[in-house]
């Protein structure tokens, strides 16, 4: 049958079909990078990754978009706290992005965009809404009518009037209703601005996703992704300016996944109940956290406590344990063969059709909306039989390799390498901070000397404005 996804638009489960076939058009939700992201952002950022990294073990194209709110609010404030520019401030806190999502083994997104980078392209976008009747000015901002769109609602499935008495009615209100929303908005005192039809100001929070997707995935997408808190009101927003500007249904499906909770209660920063991702990673294995945020189905709640992640830790270890004994186990019993025998290196039936199960049952899994809970159930089941095989002994070469490399495969579905994968991650990352610190030293010897020894190992590097990329030669 294929993928089967939870579709919030709908609430209910539907095959994946996809607008052209073979590539799927991914967007998520990414950081307002105010500051360091929290272990709640991280399990969206983990979650999503996942379900990309999936889709492509299942023959898919995806094109990756996540985008980076680099100006609003929080950011306008912190900088102001701090007294640096608010570009200082984001472009700080996207390096620690980076940092801590590649931590967590968290790829990269095809594409990156941020708020600031598209200003004139959301100017653009905000006044076609503008002459199509959907939006209008007042005082210097834009806010878009929710009444010229009908169908507003249809994700959070609650109608205009229930939105409407969630209101708080502000004193001097210029909205015409309390329901509309700022596409863009006047600036304050010692704010960044843009120039603009409607005077100086700035975008409002909404309108950059639907503008990132128009620009990087077009005027239709097969998934958006992010947060259950996103769903109004910025997925229902995005939904109503997006489709008032092109016609078209915007997102085929939309995933979101559920509250992560620590210690049995809500995240609150108010009452310091809350963790973040980087200070967690100074403390436990990067490994074992991503692995303990895959444990619960998506869209549903997940409870952290350090007994949950010690459970991680330990079940991880589980896995560990059986790919080394298999790497051994291999290793000895070729030594022992004649080179010439290679009968004793070619895998079993039996082996093949244990191979064959396992992947079966990992796959039926994960084509149950992404089910990661019961994808790690299947591959446990495997590492118990295969221990059982271990047991009974009598295995080639060739099904030891194969048993250890379907355990490697199937973790990296998950994004988890392997120990000796992580170490040299790990590694790779020390000598590519090294380097930078050689060429703010003007040091380029030392700095050239990194990238020659990064590079006889098979690594690459590559230097952009938002820090240095590494990948494995071609």
């Given amino acids: 049958m294929g993928i089967v996804l939870y579709n919030s638009l709908t609430s209910k489960k539907e095959p994946l079909q996809t607008l052209e076939p073979g590539k799927v058009r991914f967007y998520a939700c990414g950081p307002t990078v105010y500051h360091y992201f929290h272990l709640g952002n991280a399990r969206m950022f983990v ?26 609010d929080r950011i306008i404030q912190r900088a102001q706290e701090l007294g640096i520019s608010p570009r200082e401030l984001a472009e700080e806190n996207i390096r620690y ?20 980078e598209c200003v004139d392209d959301i100017i653009r976008f905000v006044q076609d809404l503008i002459n199509r009747g959907h939006a209008y000015e007042r005082n210097g901002s834009v806010y878009f009518d929710t009444s010229s769109f009908p169908e507003y609602g249809k994700l959070s499935h609650q109608s205009p009037d229930d939105m409407r008495a969630g209101y708080r009615i502000e004193v001097q209100d210029e909205k015409d209703d309390p329901a509309d929303f ?49 769903v109004f009101p910025h997925h229902e927003n995005e939904i109503a300016q997006s489709e008032a500007h092109s016609g078209k249904t915007f997102a085929r499906y939309w995933l979101h996944n559920g509250t992560l909770n620590i210690n049995g209660e809500k995240m609150s920063k108010s009452t310091g109940n809350f963790i973040m991702t980087r200070d967690l990673l100074e403390r436990r294995d990067p490994r074992a956290v991503r ?60 082996g093949r059709s244990d191979v064959d199960q396992i992947r079966s049952a990992f796959i039926q899994a994960m084509d149950d909306d992404f089910n990661t809970a019961d ?36 973790l990296d579905v998950l994004g988890i ?23 703010k030293r003007r040091d380029f010897a030392r700095a050239d000397e990194i990238r020659d020894k990064l590079r006889h190992r098979g690594i690459v590097l590559e230097d952009t404005p938002y820090g240095t990329r590494w990948s494995y030669e071609s």
Wanted: charged share 30%; with cysteine.
């Fill in 417 to 439: 390498p392997k120990k000796e994968e992580e170490r040299l991650a790990d590694e790779i990352e020390r000598l590519i901070a090294e380097r930078a610190e050689a060429r």
């Fill in 182 to 230: 700022a596409l863009w908005k006047a600036a304050k005192p010692g704010e960044e601005w843009w120039s603009s039809p409607w005077g100086p100001g700035r975008p409002g929070w909404h309108i950059e996703c639907s503008v990132m997707n128009y620009l990087y995935l077009g005027e239709q997408i097969d998934i958006h992704a992010g947060g259950r808190d996103l």
């Fill in 97 to 116: 992005y980076f940092e801590d999502a590649g931590k967590l083994f968290v790829r990269r997104a095809t594409v990156h965009p941020r708020v600031t």
């Fill in 291 to 350: 692995f303990f945020l895959l444990s619960a189905h998506y869209r549903n709640p997940l409870n952290y406590t350090e007994e949950a992640l010690d459970q991680a830790e330990q079940a991880l270890a589980r896995i560990d344990r059986l790919i080394r004994d298999l790497e051994h186990r291999a290793e000895a019993l070729a030594s022992l063969r004649s080179a010439l025998d290679r009968a004793g290196h070619e895998p079993s039936a039996e």
């Fill in 47 to 72: 979650v999503f990754d996942t379900i990309r990294r999936y889709l492509e073990y299942r023959g898919y194209d995806v094109r990756f978009v996540q985008n980076f709110t680099d100006i609003d």
């Fill in 375 to 410: 994808g790690m159930a299947a591959i446990f089941d495997g590492v118990r039989l295969v221990n059982t095989r271990l047991e009974e002994g009598g295995l080639s070469v060739g099904d030891l390799l194969l048993y250890r490399d379907l355990f490697v495969e199937l």
